[in-house]
């Protein structure tokens, strides 16, 4: 038996979607985008989104919408893809890696609050695996330090604290105490790569909470200029007759959707529901199968949340980093795929570079030390999850 360790979920309503897409003789940012736009609007319970080509550029687009750059900081965590931290970078920030909590996958909120300065703009916590972090505590964090706040923009002193934008790129679904994954932080970025639950093949989704004086469409029209060169008018506003003139207000980005990827979400959304309900099973049944042996795995749900389930996330608790990395490669021998989620950011050459040591970061490497992957998405069938239980279970036993 072979089992990747994804296989998107395409079926023909995909196909048709972007098939329909193409004999319409409009492929890049259009009718389909807005649509798309919309639908997810809805679907997260806020105002509105605006499609990009990926979380990344969603995530740095919100960093300038708020107006941050050098001479600012910005937290993060260690324990994350360089996304959630190279879009600090792109924007001329600092960046500000935090530890995870003793046995957890989440950001130590302690440390959290203690490293906020006169100079952190912004917050972007990770929502890894599709498990929203705890926002009210983060929330509380920064209105607690807001004494040390000053504002460098309009949008900033709208918000009148410290910015909370979320690294959603894994939780598109996921909720926490009754609330939708994007309607909580005040910007929210998904992904939608082709690894990612809900897939437009490459592509990413920035929602926002209102911001009380500032208009949500005016949010929208600025992430429209910033994405697409500083250009007045898109495409499709071009085309109408008469109205080929334009302007470019700024030397802006070039970061938009095209129909044929929007295309492609507007088919998943639909089954996404179904998708995730799948997702839930699996998880389960991988909580049951595993609840007796020694691990530590990521907690998908509760009482009062519940993840979009991304990834499943297991530490082998008796192991070291070489033992595991034998138990994945065994797991390969029987055709297997696993995954590590992740390597700590201060362990990549580029953020060593930028000074951070993973001596710093003892609980977040020791995560990383024993944790391996497991498949999961919606196309894993029955068997296949318990051939995968199976096998883990016996290495694990050794």
């Not at 329909?20 to 649509?35: A, E, I, R, V």
Request: one cysteine or more; proline letters at 3%.
């Amino acid at each position: 038996m072979q089992i990747p360790f994804l296989v998107p979920d395409i079926t023909d309503a995909e196909i048709n979607e972007v098939v329909d897409t193409l004999k319409s003789g409009w492929l890049t940012t259009g009718p389909k985008t807005k649509k798309l736009e919309k639908e997810l609007a809805d679907f997260c319970n806020t105002n509105r989104l605006i499609c990009l080509n990926s979380s990344t550029a969603c995530t740095e687009m919100a960093l300038r919408i708020l107006g941050i750059g050098p001479g600012d900081e910005v937290i993060t965590t260690a324990y994350t893809y360089t996304a959630s931290a190279s879009v600090i970078c792109h924007v001329g920030a600092k960046p500000v890696l935090i530890d995870t909590a003793k046995d957890s996958f989440e950001i130590d909120y302690d440390l959290l609050e203690q490293a906020i300065t006169e100079k952190t703009k912004a917050i972007i916590p990770v929502d890894l695996g599709g498990v929203m972090c705890d926002y009210d505590r983060i929330f509380n964090i920064v209105a607690e330090k807001q004494h040390l706040y000053s504002a460098d923009s309009e949008i900033q002193s709208a918000i009148g604290r410290i910015a909370v934008v979320a690294d959603a790129a894994h939780a598109l679904g996921a909720e926490r105490k009754g609330k939708k994954c994007g309607e909580v932080a005040d910007f929210t970025s998904f992904s939608f790569h082709a690894v990612k639950n809900f897939t437009t093949s490459e592509g990413g989704g920035l929602t926002w909470r209102p911001i009380q004086g500032v208009a949500d469409e005016e949010i929208y029209k600025r992430l429209n200029l910033l994405s697409l060169h500083g250009q007045s008018k898109d495409a499709l506003e071009k085309t109408k007759l008469g109205e080929w003139e334009y302007d470019v207000v700024g030397t802006f980005y070039k970061c938009n959707m095209t129909d044929v990827l929007a295309a492609l979400g507007i088919a998943q959304l639909k089954r996404y529901p179904n998708m995730l309900k799948r997702r839930k099973e699996i998880i389960l049944a991988y909580d049951n199968a595993l609840k007796d042996f020694p691990v530590q795995v990521l907690k998908h749900y509760g009482n009062d949340f519940s993840s979009s389930g991304h990834l499943y996330c297991v530490r082998l608790l008796e192991k070291k980093r070489n033992e595991c990395n034998t138990v994945m490669n065994q797991m390969a021998e029987r055709g297997i795929a696993t995954n590590v989620h992740y390597k700590p950011l201060p362990m990549l050459t580029a953020y060593k570079k930028l000074g951070f040591d993973i001596d710093n970061y003892p609980n977040a490497f020791d995560i990383f030390s024993n944790e391996i992957t497991l498949p999961l998405y919606s196309r894993l069938t029955d068997v296949e999850v318990d051939y995968i239980i199976k096998n883990l279970g016996e290495f694990i036993r050794g």
